[in-house]
């Protein structure tokens, strides 16, 4: 039986390509979902083995519905992730020109990253946002369609028989999004040696220092940490919890001794996942733990510990 | 002549009852904008006074389009902020029931804080998203309107003429909506002794402890942090800068240090502002200088410190 | 076969009344030694089993003999302390008024806190050191005496047969001598719920965070320090090994978690031992982990990473 | 009228040659004072102008008495230091060889630091401890002396005409011990570029983390600490102060900026001077003030809050 991927759908969309980018193989059932929320729903009720879903855009910013739905509900993890580029076309149907749209949609996010290319070439147009790039493309392929053109993903348009208008109409070359693969809670990826993990952290209470202590159980073990974003814990302005990426394997020394602290200080902390890292590759972000901060030097001075405790000083 | 404010409307959005909250007097000209980045535009040209836009929310977080504004383009402060609630309506032409509805409009941003509300009562309506609530209610309002029915503010649906179908959908009865307001660069408000100070940092490196440092800039002093949101900086994924709100007033001298730490520590910092606390009277946020971080004990040590370097040690 | 102890001597000695109240029983040899030099030579070679020796005292500090010996050397660990008041008597030979007195024998700590008392009572007398109070006193009974008098402890006069010209003569009376009880490596003293645990840190290098590194890695652990002194390497000024007591026992969690730190950060680490606190039922010291920080914490921690790492998120 | 020098005598000393290190001219009269409490007491009550005493050495650590009254009594302020190399010789009468050495006398820090060539060349001699190895050579140039032998400078022997019986007989010849300069308060010496700051710190509350937060009042600044030494307070066992040297001149914008945050954070804080460094222009101790944290970065922050104050944001 084929595994079953549920996505951010409509077909064509960037978390397509993302789920192609990510599946291991070629096989298994592709499941659009009309929104992030019933992704995550497909997954935990098993109607996926699996789903796709954006988490952030390099540009934008955190995507909020993923955000609250890894946060609240039945806990779901985190098995891989991956940077796709964005790169915006603007399609209509066959025959239509540049100089004839006056009715443009896409998604919000997208819209936010092609201000620019917008008011310089299309000033009079009315733009209109729907729930994603694809599903604007397939709007504007709909006979009597209420717009003239959308912006979305190079596949959109091959999947939706539309023509490119114009193409790299995104404000920045090098923005990128980053989409990750969810799953039920079950045994988790085996460290590679370039890893990431994810959490939640909810601040016992709101004294002035108690981010920076949540931040030193990281420091003190040498952990990196890549994203730090708060979010409203919903509970009124002013309480926040903290969604946070960090380098490393909950199965290392030290991801797990800093985890277990964090765990000890906070009023509660999600585990979002240990995956291998979609940029181990990069030049960016070169493995380089911390004076002292080595799985080679947690195995040491626990062997050092051990003799210590077992009366052997020589 | 009258003071021109620029909001983002239309006519009936949050962001005008939050206006109407924060100007100081009654008369003055409104200027409804199609958009936040409109508001600041017209801010920054001169073509308004001043300015108000959403900053964030106690559900969906911050505002990406405020907060990027902020960051970008020519500085505006922020001189001035208020909460309001977020009541949401279901408005309709008269003569509409509840049970007629099959396409509601609205923004994102209420859209996410009413799906429980629209799963349970609307489970089959459509839903569509448009660039403000008062817009959606406008639409509605408007002959051969394409939905049935709008989310908005109750001032949405006095000022186009709609009757409540259903009062309180949010899925949350306490949330609220900070908003600010935006002036060109001049004179600082005063302090009052309960005041904000907003800013963005960027930071130096990106070292494993560069945040920890910043944050300790404020710790040291004792100046509380309200909060910390990181936001992309726009150059790829992994890169961000820190949007902070800090109590207390860039006048007060332990705030005036943390600030002059920051400069010092960070690649860039952009001041947004030092204003009056919208909270200042509420419950949630008692005045408690840590031990040695009142005013008071900042210009003692000052005295102390010319006695030093005076030799005057006795 | 008896118990050996090693003690700093000669008889009468405050060692010898520490070392009265740390031996679990009656029996065992005493052997006095002439220096803390040779208490540690005793032990390390096996001819005594054990020894006692000064560490500090409540108004001189650390006692540099026993600390270097601490330090260098083959190492042995401290099983035991004790606290003893330091009460000094002024001692002669029978018939020998206050007024005869006009050379005075004591060790150099004593001298040091009884300076007031002398300079008001006896301030034409001649001051002299010698190598503990106890040789002073035995000096002092000796025929030709080059000494009219020995500032020693009670125990002192009553063994040479002296006669106490005044009693009382230190500055203060609330001081004390923490004294130590020294074994070769070996198993640990059992945990009492209140220890106290010994060890020489040696910085990695001298870069100006090195100290506050160190320090974070027992706050981040809520472990507290009760002891602080720095030791000059050797090596030249301006280069320091740090002595530190810390609350709590090895064989706990929270404490062998920060000796783990330690040894990662540090260029050397010289463990001392754990053993029970000679103050755990003072009210100075009340047993209170910091929030986070009990053993019961770091149980429920570990059961928690043992949980996420087998993927039982739920 | 010449200045007054008081210094720990007698003539020959240790102190002798570093007095002769600092004082700026050739003219001066030298008081020789038989306890560093009589130096101190000379300079408070204006019978000298200002005195000389030793703070540290490589191999014992801290001076304590010196220590103690630059805690305690009528403050004094340090003007200058400098570092002497501890030569140590081995002086007898005339004609007197080793092999006759039974009696050695001198101080009991040179003692210790001879320790080890003792042991090897004089097995069977017995050693006394005076107030100072140039007493101790003194007393061997006496009629009838007690002693065969001193232990003390090159000068003390020439003073005392005594002849060099062995030469370097201290266990390292690295060692070094570091005077200060003392005078009654008044105004400091000008900064130079590399200059050193005293002083002494009580912790306001025995808190875990109160030494971590007086620490990072000097890490925020960049101030890096070459000194840190706890002494008890005398107030009982546990209760310990610290004398702290930093780099740097109270001068200077970031050391009074860390002292003020001290006064702020401690029950008291005792200023003891800023003064030129000794090791100024050697290599151990080259001056980078860390990142953000030079005289320049610290104007060009105070310029730019000045502009933030007045609203200049531009």
């Not at 390099?58 to 992730?81: F, K, M, R």
């Not at 960016?284 to 001075?301: C, I, K, Q, V, W």
Request: net charge negative; glycine share 8%; hydrophobic share 45%.
């Amino acid at each position: 039986m084929p595994n079953r991927y549920a996505y951010l759908g409509p077909e064509g969309t960037f978390t397509e390509a993302a789920l192609r980018a990510l599946r291991p193989d070629e096989s298994g059932e592709f499941i659009p979902c009309s929104g992030v929320d019933a992704v995550f729903a497909a997954v935990r009720s098993g109607a996926a083995d699996s789903g796709v879903a954006p988490l952030e855009n390099s540009v934008e910013g955190g995507v909020t519905a993923t955000i609250a739905e890894l946060i609240n509900g039945a806990p779901l993890l985190i098995a891989a992730e991956v940077a796709v580029p964005v790169e915006f076309t603007l399609f209509a149907r066959e025959g239509v020109r540049l100089a004839d749209v006056k009715r443009v949609a896409t998604h919000a996010h997208a819209l936010a990253q092609c201000r620019g290319w917008l008011a310089e070439h299309l000033p009079d147009a009315e733009t209109f946002t729907v729930s994603s790039t694809a599903a604007a493309a397939r709007a504007v392929a709909e006979p009597g369609a209420p717009y003239d053109a959308a912006i979305a993903a190079r596949v959109a348009g091959e999947r939706y028989h539309l023509t490119a208008v114009a193409e790299g109409v995104g404000d920045r070359s090098d923005a990128a999004t980053r989409f990750v693969h969810l799953v039920r809670p079950g045994p988790l990826p085996a460290p590679t040696g370039a890893d990431r993990t994810s959490l939640v952290a909810f601040l016992s209470d709101d004294h002035p220092g108690a981010l920076v202590e949540l931040l030193d159980q990281f420091a003190v073990r040498g952990v990196n940490l890549t994203r730090l974003e708060s979010r409203p814990t919903g509970d009124g302005l002013g309480r926040y919890c903290f969604c946070l990426d960090a380098d490393g394997h909950v199965a290392e020394a030290r991801v797990g001794e800093a985890l277990m602290g964090l765990r000890r200080i906070c009023k509660d902390i999600r585990f979002l996942g240990s995956y291998p890292r979609a940029d181990a590759d990069t030049e960016l972000t070169p493995f380089m733990p911390a004076r002292g901060t080595s799985n080679a030097d947690f195995h040491e001075a626990e062997q050092w510990l051990a003799h210590i405790r077992a009366g052997q000083v020589a």
